[in-house]
């Protein structure tokens, strides 16, 4: 096993491990649902639909606290919002021409 070791390049428990398949341990806890936050990013950007993750992060923040909930991470309101397809509308878009030199 040492000779394989060595010439693998690896530790000797690491190849062991690998040899019996031991699942890792997955550390961290499961992500929450991300439904709840949709729908409150989505409330926000319905009056406001120039606001990007920053500002409807900090309105969350806002309304959590207001309410004694724990406020959701920037990261995660980020994350819900460019997967979700809440990004922010351009003011171009919203009023229906273009901008000039993006063509």
Same mark, same amino acid.
């Given at each position: 096993?040492? %000779?394989?070791?060595?010439?693998?390049?690896?530790?000797?428990?690491?190849?062991?491990?690998?040899?019996? #398949?031991?699942?890792?341990?997955?550390? #961290?806890?499961?992500?929450?649902?991300?439904?709840?936050?949709? %729908?409150?990013?989505? *409330?926000?950007?319905?009056?406001?639909?120039?606001?990007?993750?920053?500002?409807? @992060?900090?309105?969350?923040?806002?309304?959590?606290? *207001?309410? #004694?909930?724990?406020?959701?991470? @920037?990261?995660?309101?980020?994350?819900?919002?460019?997967?979700?397809?809440?990004?922010?509308?351009?003011?171009?878009?919203?009023?229906? #021409?273009?901008?000039?030199?993006?063509?």
């Amino acid at each position: 096993m040492k %000779a394989v070791a060595d010439v693998i390049g690896v530790s000797r428990s690491n190849l062991i491990e690998r040899l019996q #398949g031991r699942p890792k341990k997955r550390l #961290g806890r499961p992500p929450l649902p991300d439904d709840e936050l949709v %729908a409150d990013i989505k *409330a926000v950007i319905a009056g406001l639909p120039t606001y990007g993750y920053r500002r409807v @992060h900090a309105i969350l923040k806002r309304q959590a606290l *207001a309410a #004694g909930r724990k406020p959701p991470n @920037h990261k995660r309101v980020y994350r819900v919002m460019s997967t979700a397809s809440c990004s922010i509308a351009t003011l171009a878009a919203l009023r229906g #021409g273009t901008t000039v030199g993006l063509q």
